[in-house]
């Protein structure tokens, strides 16, 4: 392939000399002569480094400073784009056609859960003793597909024969600096050519990138117009994903969740008339550690897998960090990336259903999210907490994060303008380590302690271990 037909195929403008492309689509850090560096901006550093590794092009959305003269001085092609995200599928779809063909695929996508979804697919999967590739770590780090390091990571997977299965997170709504990245799920999920497409909810969550719930019913129903044939999987008990089962009448529909095939009940899972997994083999039994688990037995039932490789693959399961994780006992500590109102409301409920003694929240706020999504976790945390034998302490996490996470002045007057609006008592404390701190200082050994949040509650368990220590 060269140059100038990758500039065609993503609507790109080929500035500099046409050549072969002959390597793989990589970041600019792991970079090889031969590649391809996608990156959203480049500046003159950036085109030195590209120039010395011998790249075959840059594609990038932005030229800064000087560096398209340099690129010219270099006699390096750039391919200057709109939209980076076409770049970026272009090199999802090309990657696994070259290197991983005949793989079977699966894409997970919705608001919340998709991590630990996807993480347990490629688990049970694995346990059967097949190969499989997922972008979900412990960190989610790659599973915005917004550069192209899962492209990459295909590629070097590859090296020692292709997976017979790939299970890809693909975020439900994305975007870059603000701008969003519209039918991200679409495009991605295109790229991908799954065969099944787990949908696991619709909820608010990215603020700003989507203005009401609706935005992301029709983000999230893109993977499902993005294929021709396959199966949805989809959450019965989650009414606007219900609704997908019309989106594209091409797919076979499979539910999981109350009423359907796979389903929980106290006793544990069944699947039709059969219990698979007895309760007490589920390493946890919190809402979303449920539902994640209904979704994956659906997913891998489709793919042909037993129930007893379901029932194998879940009982050894170990969950994603900070997803409902137990960092202590003695009192018991429940750290989870609670990090959007629905997210928030079903952590606590799971948390509040078998409480011994009083339940003690720590919640960061989100920051340099605005204030909207915000006021909207503030309103669930009061709600969710209403009648609980509850104590709340709210942090702004300020001596642990970065700049792009820092919380705002008119955010944190905005979060805790609600909880007093709805008359919630709560205590607010600056800094993570001086609320865990108080947190454990006052907790009894029966009591219960939530760490809510996201980035601002990141470093939560080393700074445990660091206080019990």
């Not at 001085?73 to 750039?78: D, I, Q």
């Not at 076409?86 to 699966?106: H, M």
């Not at 078998?354 to 915000?374: H, T």
């Not at 820092?406 to 609320?435: C, P």
């Amino acid at each position: 392939m060269y140059l100038h037909e990758i500039a065609d195929k993503i609507s790109g403008r080929l500035k500099g000399p046409d050549r072969a492309f002959r390597g793989i689509f990589t970041t600019l850090g792991a970079a090889e002569a031969g590649d391809i560096v996608i990156r959203h901006w480049i500046d003159e550093k950036g085109i030195e480094i590209a120039s010395e590794r011998g790249v075959s092009a840059i594609i990038t959305q932005d030229l800064r400073g000087k560096s398209s003269r340099l690129a010219e001085e270099h006699g390096l092609p750039v391919i200057l784009v709109d939209r980076i995200e076409n770049a970026n599928a272009l090199a999802l779809s090309w990657t696994i056609e070259r290197f991983a063909p005949s793989s079977r695929r699966v894409v997970v996508t919705g608001t919340n859960g998709k991590s630990t979804t996807t993480h347990m697919i490629h688990h049970i999967i694995e346990t059967t003793g097949a190969s499989s590739y997922t972008n979900t770590d412990s960190r989610s780090e790659f599973n915005t597909l917004i550069d192209p390091v899962v492209s990459q990571q295909i590629a070097e997977a590859s090296s020692d024969g292709a997976p017979e299965f790939m299970v890809i997170e693909v975020s439900e709504v994305q975007g870059w600096l603000g701008r969003v990245m519209r039918d991200h799920a679409r495009m991605m999920t295109a790229a991908i050519g799954p065969e099944v497409v787990v949908i696991t909810n619709v909820a608010m969550d990215h603020i700003g990138l989507v203005e009401s719930v609706e935005d992301v019913f029709r983000e999230v129903a893109g993977a499902l117009r993005a294929i021709e044939s396959g199966v949805a999987v989809l959450n019965a008990d989650d009414e606007r994903v219900r609704a997908m089962a019309h989106v594209n009448p091409g797919l076979s529909v499979v539910f999981y969740g109350s009423d359907s095939p796979v389903r929980y009940d106290g006793e544990g899972i069944h699947i039709g008339g059969d219990l698979i997994i007895p309760a007490e083999e589920l390493p946890f039994r919190s809402e979303h550690f449920i539902q994640n688990t209904l979704a994956a037995a659906a997913a891998c039932l489709e793919l042909g897998f037993s129930p007893e490789d379901i029932r194998m693959g879940v009982k050894t399961y170990r969950p994603l960090k900070r997803r409902f994780s137990v960092l202590m006992t003695e009192p018991l500590v429940i750290d989870d990336f609670a990090h959007n109102p629905s997210g928030i409301r079903s952590t606590v409920r799971s948390a509040a259903a078998n409480l011994r003694g009083r339940l003690w929240v720590v919640n960061a706020i989100r920051g340099s999210r605005g204030e909207d999504i915000n006021v909207m976790n503030a309103a669930a945390l009061a709600d969710s907490l209403r009648g609980l034998n509850a104590e709340l302490i709210v942090t702004s996490s300020s001596d642990v994060v970065d700049e792009q996470n820092r919380v705002l002045e008119n955010e944190r007057r905005a979060f805790l303008g609600v909880l007093d609006e709805r008359g919630a008592s709560y205590i607010h404390v600056e800094k993570l380590r001086d609320a865990l701190r108080m947190v454990l200082d006052a907790a009894k050994p029966h009591d219960t302690i939530l760490l809510l949040g996201a980035q601002g509650m990141d470093p939560a368990a080393g700074i445990i271990d660091e206080i019990r220590m």
